[in-house]
Nanobody
């Protein structure tokens, strides 16, 4: 069993930056693909970024490319999402997720955090 706890959300002005963190419990963190998803009010949860267990491969949604960076520190059981040049449309609850498969679908991930709110003001 893996428990995930996100932190780092908050209120930021458009053009600003935030770094989200997701701390995982358990000794198998380094074997999981990790990802970030987000869900805006009234919308479905959507893929943002993913990183392989070793950190060697990353994937980004088009909306995140060039602005967001996913990374991980397996020694600290933590995955990060650095978000730059934030836009009001980035406002959402951001969730980290972990799983043993690779993909952009929610089905690929077994473990989910409780989410952290990111609000970008214009």
């Amino acid at each position: 069993q893996v428990q995930l706890v996100e932190s780092g959300g908050g209120l930021v002005q458009a053009g600003g930056s935030l770094r989200l963190s997701c701390a995982a419990s358990g000794r198998t963190f380094s074997s999981y693909t990790m990802s970030w998803f987000r869900q805006a009010p009234g919308k479905e949860r959507e893929f943002v970024a993913a990183i392989t267990a070793s950190g060697g491969i990353t994937d980004y949604a088009d909306s995140a490319k060039g602005r967001f960076t996913i990374s991980r520190d397996n020694a600290k059981n933590t995955v990060y999402l650095q978000m730059n040049s934030l836009k009001p449309e980035d406002t959402a609850v951001y969730y980290c997720a972990g799983g043993t498969t690779w993909g952009r679908g929610l089905y690929a991930y077994n473990y989910w955090g409780q989410g952290t709110q990111v609000t970008v003001s214009s």
